[in-house]
């Protein structure tokens, strides 16, 4: 076993979990899940069949990844936050065959108590802000805030607050890394690393 896994944890045959990854206690991991190098499970956490994680997430306690997500490389999982793959749920009328996609880009962070609407995609190295419920598509490198969530800036890779405006054209550095990024049409970009 390449991996190391609390006694506690539940591991159902057949999930694919990479070398380095540590599983807490409490976890549930379903046997279709596939889960990247390096990653973290925090207590509680449950992985759905229908799920891939990349390498080097970290999903903190008491978060379920429903079927339907998907988390690229790097993904920062906030304590206690919230998935969904279902709109319009209804106990009497179960809707499986209606499960709406989520894929997190690349060194998204989704922060402690947030809720993401299914169906939508979190753009690369966005950042999504504690308690925030986001209910359509986030743009790469996006600081979103608040019920229901709204643009409130431009982050870095690193994490820190850009000096940019959220319309119009612009360049921005990040102090501690010196990436450069342009803002340009609605869209940031990382210029050179």
């Not at 390449?2 to 979990?17: F, M, V």
């Not at 549930?28 to 891939?52: E, F, K, M, P, W």
């Not at 986030?138 to 431009?154: K, S």
């Amino acid at each position: 076993m390449s991996y190391s896994a609390h006694p506690t944890a539940i591991i159902d045959e057949g999930a694919k979990i990479g070398a380095g990854t540590r599983i807490w206690h409490w976890v549930h991991i379903c046997g279709s899940a596939v889960i990247g190098r390096s990653c973290s499970l925090g207590q509680n956490v449950y992985v759905g069949n229908d799920v891939t994680i990349g390498n080097n997430v970290r999903i903190q306690n008491n978060v379920s990844v429903y079927d339907a997500v998907v988390l690229e490389d790097d993904v920062f999982c906030g304590p206690s936050m919230v998935f969904t793959n279902v709109l319009n749920p209804r106990s009497a009328f179960p809707r499986k065959r209606e499960y709406r996609r989520t894929l997190v880009r690349r060194g998204a962070s989704l922060g402690a108590n947030c809720t993401l609407v299914c169906g939508f995609t979190v753009g690369e190295y966005a950042f999504v802000g504690a308690g925030a419920v986001v209910t359509g598509d986030v743009p790469a490198f996006a600081l979103m805030l608040g019920v229901p969530a709204r643009q409130a800036g431009w982050m870095s890779r690193f994490g820190e607050r850009l000096p940019l405006p959220l319309v119009g054209d612009a360049d921005a550095t990040c102090p501690h890394t010196g990436d450069r990024y342009r803002l340009r049409n609605g869209r940031c970009e990382l210029t050179d690393a």
